[in-house]
């Protein structure tokens, strides 16, 4: 069992630069399908105003390693999370769930009230596996052929 994980800081995408550089993170061959691309989200969070796009920062490098994307979604004013990826070269290092955990912290701090919804494909043991072990819970809820789960903070 892990028991250090990397320190890591959420930042905008501002910039040009930094638009091409969270382009160009990608997610393993075999994941392609459970994930939009982050071109496709930046798109998505350009005409969504509630949307919050953030790069994921290795503290230590400075280095994107990878991508997430919250909302206070406009359809039951709840917050979710619509997107986290790690780049495919950074996985298995702690990097999903030391994002995870800045994240749910940020969240607290903004309305949307307490609770933290996403949906995961049933085939994603992996994504379901760090949501499962950070206390989300599922709800049976199944939105577009995703499993529903929920963080009750
Ligand atoms: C899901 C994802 C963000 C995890 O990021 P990561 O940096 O690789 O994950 P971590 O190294 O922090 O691992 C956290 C936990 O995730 C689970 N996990 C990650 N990869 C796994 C795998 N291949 N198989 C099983 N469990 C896995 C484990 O529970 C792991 O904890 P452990 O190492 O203590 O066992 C990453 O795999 C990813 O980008 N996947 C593609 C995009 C995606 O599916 N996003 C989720 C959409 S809902």
């Known amino acids: ?5 990397p320190a890591v800081l959420l930042a905008p ?6 638009e091409a550089e969270c382009c160009a993170l990608q997610v393993r061959d075999e994941q392609i399908d459970f994930i939009a691309s982050n071109a496709e989200s930046l798109e998505e969070a350009a005409e969504c105003p509630w949307c919050e796009p953030l790069a994921v920062r290795a503290v230590h490098s400075g280095e994107m390693v990878g991508f997430l994307m919250h909302a206070l979604d406009p359809d039951d004013n709840g917050r979710w999370l619509y997107r986290l990826m790690i780049d495919r070269h950074h996985q298995g290092l702690g990097y999903g769930r030391a994002a995870l955990r800045v994240l749910v912290a940020y969240l607290r701090d903004l309305s949307g009230g307490p609770d933290i919804t996403l949906g995961v494909a049933p085939e994603n043991i ?3 596996n760090l949501y499962a072990s950070e206390g989300f819970l599922e709800t049976g809820e199944v939105l577009d052929g995703e499993l529903v789960m929920r963080l009750r903070t």
């Open 13 to 18: 995408i501002s910039t040009r630069d930094e």
């Open 126 to 128: 992996g994504a379901r």
């Open 1 to 5: 069992m892990r028991t250090l994980y």
